[in-house]
């Protein structure tokens, strides 16, 4: 990359900055979320008493990526758990490492909060990420069943 990549932590001042990846990162996954939902999400990932977070990776002044992190207990581990819920890089960026260095990025953040685990799912179609995955993380083998309520 021309530019050095910096991640940091989303603040109220970049919602222009976020919202065109959030929506395509919707775009990737063939979904539409409600914007009623995104407001809420937008508000929850700023609010330091929830669970969630969000980093985006910039290029320059170019918001390039973006992660989305909830953390969670575990009857397993006294350190909460880690979801990487949502990991998206801006197409003319792909294959530069911005997602393996978005992913690290939650490694580190995610130790120094005491969680004992970064779990995270992707679709099984998603190829070029598993990819990344494959080099960066393990497999668990466990395959996710879900039912919508309401």
């Given at each position: 990359?021309?530019t ?8 109220a001042a ?17 979904t539409?979320i409600?914007e009623?939902?995104s ?15 969000a ?10 990526g ?15 758990y ?9 197409e ?14 939650v490694?580190?953040?995610a ?6 685990r ?9 190829r070029?990420a598993?990819q ?19």
């Open positions: 990359m021309s050095e990549l910096h991640i940091r932590a989303v603040s970049d919602h222009a900055a976020w919202l065109p990846l959030w929506l395509g990162y919707q775009a990737f996954y063939k539409t409600a009623a939902t407001a809420v999400t937008w508000q929850r990932l700023l609010d330091p008493a929830e669970p969630m977070a980093y985006l990776a910039w290029q320059g002044d170019e918001a390039v973006l992660v989305h992190t909830v953390y969670h207990r575990s009857c397993w581990t006294v350190g909460d880690c979801y990487l819920q949502d990991l998206y890089v801006a003319g960026v792909r294959g530069r490492g911005v997602g393996r260095r978005l992913i690290e990025h490694y580190r953040q130790a120094a909060d005491g969680c004992s970064v779990h995270w799912l992707t679709h099984e179609t998603n070029d598993m990344l995955y494959d080099r960066i993380a393990e497999r668990s083998g466990f395959v996710q069943y879900r039912r919508l309520l309401g």
